[in-house]
């Protein structure tokens, strides 16, 4: 055998050795996959996370969470704040998802399980980008498979399947945190109401009611009372601490009209008693050139002031507190979305406060003319004939 011959043997030799260890190195790296974090760094840099981004069917993120002078907010929405819990839930959830299997490493089918470009037409995943103390990560979360996803980090071709299931809204309406007032109806002293047009109208709670001693006025003490001095009963004299009335009355009841119960009058418990909003604007998006306005009162003397507009199906308030330096500073210059059925609990019009209309008097039916009467027969017996 020539040298030369050997030389090509033994290159020969060294390549498929390669190969083939190789081929087992890729095989021992898919069987370490299985069961292994999807964003393996992500557990111990949770609590540093500055920014956190959502894109779907969108060349930019359509949601924007990060820390503006020490609390979270959402960009999109006029760092307005954010929904911390749900920003915890997801990186939570990202943190906890584990490789069940890898998948396809051709782009050309990332489409058919959604961990293609998000900004791409038609794309169903959606890209969460995380920034760090160790720089920016993202990763692109697919259609869901079994209990989990499809998921690809970016920058990889390999794509694999994870669980547990990692759910998230890609609209910022979603992320603002929704509590907006939380006022019990025990609170509310009065309601004023002042609508665009028509008349307006106040509710207020009824004097409070005074306790009195037992009919007699007999006194509580073993000793009588002074010669001369009426009973307390006797006099009208309140001897014991008042007590929140639960009646309300209405001012403004047109002429002719009378205001419904008391009970149809009070404001519903769930009137502001955790008033949340569905979403959150600059209050120049949304007119309210003719708003309808609630200034309610409370207990302890604080004034809130909301002003309410309806565009399309949508319905708008703005809030404004005397004493509430915080609510204010989170609600100036700012309109919210809120459900229609919140809205008309607060900006109730004032016919559903009156008792109903009696309805008109049903017409009489036209007079017919009477049919002619019909003679009675005879009651003569006719004499029978002879033979």
Same mark, same amino acid.
């Given at each position: 055998?020539?040298?030369?011959?050997?030389?090509?043997? /033994?290159?020969?030799?060294?390549?498929?050795?390669?190969? +083939?260890? %190789?081929?087992?190195?890729?095989?021992?790296?898919?069987?370490?996959? =299985?069961? @292994?974090?999807?964003?393996?760094?992500?557990?111990?840099?949770?609590?540093?996370?500055?920014?956190?981004?959502?894109?779907?069917?969108?060349?930019?993120?359509?949601?924007?969470? =990060?820390?503006?002078?020490?609390?979270?907010?959402?960009?999109?929405?006029?760092?307005?704040?954010?929904?911390? *819990?749900?920003?915890?839930?997801?990186?939570? +959830?990202?943190?906890?998802?584990?490789?069940?299997?890898?998948?396809?490493?051709?782009?050309?089918?990332?489409?058919?399980?959604?961990?293609?470009?998000?900004?791409?037409?038609?794309?169903? @995943?959606?890209?969460?980008?995380?920034?760090?103390?160790?720089?920016? =990560?993202?990763?692109?979360?697919?259609?869901?498979?079994?209990?989990?996803?499809?998921?690809?980090?970016?920058?990889?071709?390999?794509? %694999?399947?994870?669980?547990?299931?990692?759910?998230?809204?890609?609209?910022?309406?979603?992320?603002?945190? *929704?509590?907006?007032?939380?006022?019990?109806?025990?609170?509310?002293?009065?309601?004023?109401?002042?609508?665009?047009?028509?008349?307006? %109208?106040?509710?207020?709670?009824?004097?409070?009611?005074?306790?009195?001693?037992?009919?007699?006025?007999?006194?509580?003490?073993?000793?009588?009372?002074?010669?001369?001095?009426?009973?307390?009963?006797?006099? @009208?004299?309140?001897?014991?601490?008042?007590?929140?009335?639960?009646?309300?009355?209405?001012?403004?009841?047109?002429?002719?009209?009378?205001?419904?119960?008391?009970?149809?009058?009070?404001?519903?418990?769930?009137?502001?008693?955790?008033?949340?909003?569905?979403?959150?604007?600059?209050?120049?998006?949304?007119?309210?050139?003719?708003?309808?306005?609630?200034?309610?009162?409370? *207990?302890?003397?604080?004034?809130?002031?909301?002003?309410?507009? #309806?565009?399309?199906?949508? =319905?708008?308030?703005?809030?404004?507190?005397?004493?509430?330096?915080?609510?204010?500073?989170? #609600?100036?210059?700012? +309109?919210?979305?809120?459900?229609? %059925?919140?809205?008309?609990?607060?900006?109730?019009? /004032?016919?559903?406060?009156?008792?109903?209309?009696?309805? $008109?008097?049903?017409?009489?039916?036209?007079? #017919?003319?009477?049919? $002619?009467?019909?003679?009675?027969?005879?009651?003569?017996?006719?004499?029978?004939?002879?033979?």
């Amino acid at each position: 055998m020539s040298q030369q011959r050997f030389v090509a043997l /033994l290159v020969a030799a060294v390549l498929v050795i390669s190969g +083939a260890l %190789y081929l087992s190195a890729q095989r021992n790296q898919q069987h370490d996959t =299985h069961g @292994g974090a999807l964003l393996p760094w992500l557990p111990g840099e949770i609590n540093a996370v500055t920014v956190l981004t959502v894109r779907r069917a969108s060349p930019t993120p359509t949601v924007t969470l =990060h820390q503006q002078a020490g609390r979270w907010t959402v960009a999109e929405r006029g760092d307005y704040p954010a929904d911390v *819990s749900k920003l915890r839930k997801l990186l939570l +959830a990202l943190s906890d998802a584990k490789i069940v299997e890898e998948k396809t490493s051709s782009p050309a089918s990332f489409s058919i399980i959604g961990v293609d470009d998000p900004s791409a037409q038609g794309a169903v @995943g959606a890209e969460i980008g995380i920034t760090a103390k160790d720089g920016n =990560h993202k990763v692109i979360i697919g259609k869901p498979v079994g209990e989990g996803n499809f998921a690809r980090r970016v920058g990889e071709n390999l794509s %694999y399947s994870v669980e547990p299931a990692i759910s998230f809204e890609s609209e910022p309406r979603f992320w603002i945190d *929704s509590q907006l007032l939380d006022v019990a109806s025990a609170n509310i002293q009065s309601i004023q109401i002042k609508p665009a047009t028509g008349p307006g %109208y106040e509710l207020h709670r009824a004097p409070p009611a005074a306790k009195t001693p037992p009919a007699g006025g007999a006194p509580t003490s073993g000793s009588p009372p002074p010669a001369g001095t009426a009973p307390a009963a006797a006099t @009208g004299a309140a001897t014991g601490a008042a007590t929140a009335s639960e009646t309300f009355l209405l001012d403004g009841v047109p002429p002719g009209r009378k205001a419904a119960d008391s009970a149809s009058l009070a404001p519903s418990p769930t009137a502001l008693a955790g008033l949340t909003a569905d979403d959150v604007l600059p209050v120049g998006n949304v007119d309210f050139t003719k708003p309808t306005v609630a200034v309610v009162t409370l *207990s302890n003397g604080s004034v809130i002031t909301l002003n309410g507009a #309806t565009s399309g199906d949508k =319905h708008w308030v703005t809030v404004q507190s005397s004493k509430d330096a915080a609510l204010n500073a989170r #609600t100036a210059g700012r +309109a919210f979305e809120i459900a229609s %059925y919140r809205y008309d609990g607060i900006f109730r019009p /004032l016919e559903q406060l009156l008792v109903p209309k009696a309805p $008109p008097p049903a017409p009489k039916p036209p007079a #017919t003319a009477k049919p $002619p009467a019909i003679p009675k027969p005879s009651s003569a017996v006719k004499p029978a004939p002879q033979s």
